[in-house]
Nanobody
Framework: QVRLVESGGGLVQPGGSLRLSCAAS????????LTWYRQAPEKQRELVAH???????NYADFVKGRFTISRDNAKNTVYLQMSSLKPEDTAVYSC???????WGQGTQVTVSS
């Protein structure tokens, strides 16, 4: 059974940084595309960043230059490094396995002073 487990969320001040992790199990490392999404209260879910199995990455315009998606295939984990965080980045961040219905449980990120 394929599973995704996120971690790394928390409370951070504006301008701060966090690194989210999405650990996969039940699937060959590096063989899949993975997308980070976020959903803020009373807003629609939006794509944040995508990492394809061939190494290509894509970002939403609102995070370009601030967020970086990366992989550690030895750990079968995809990371989302978030820097220069803003209050509007506050949301539940979830990872999704491309082409499937597999989602992680989500991790809360709150940016506030």
């Amino acid at each position: 059974q394929v599973r995704l487990v996120e971690s790394g969320g928390g409370l951070v001040q504006p301008g701060g940084s966090l690194r989210l992790s999405c650990a996969a199990s039940g699937i060959i490392s590096g063989s899949y595309g993975l997308t980070w999404y976020r959903q803020a209260p009373e807003k629609q879910r939006e794509l944040v960043a995508h990492s394809a199995s061939n190494g290509v990455t894509n970002y939403a315009d609102f995070v370009k230059g601030r967020f970086t998606i990366s992989r550690d295939n030895a750990k079968n984990t995809v990371y989302l490094q978030m820097s220069s965080l803003k209050p509007e980045d506050t949301a539940v961040y979830s990872c999704h396995l491309a082409g499937t219905s597999v989602w992680g449980q989500g991790t809360q990120v709150t940016v506030s002073s």
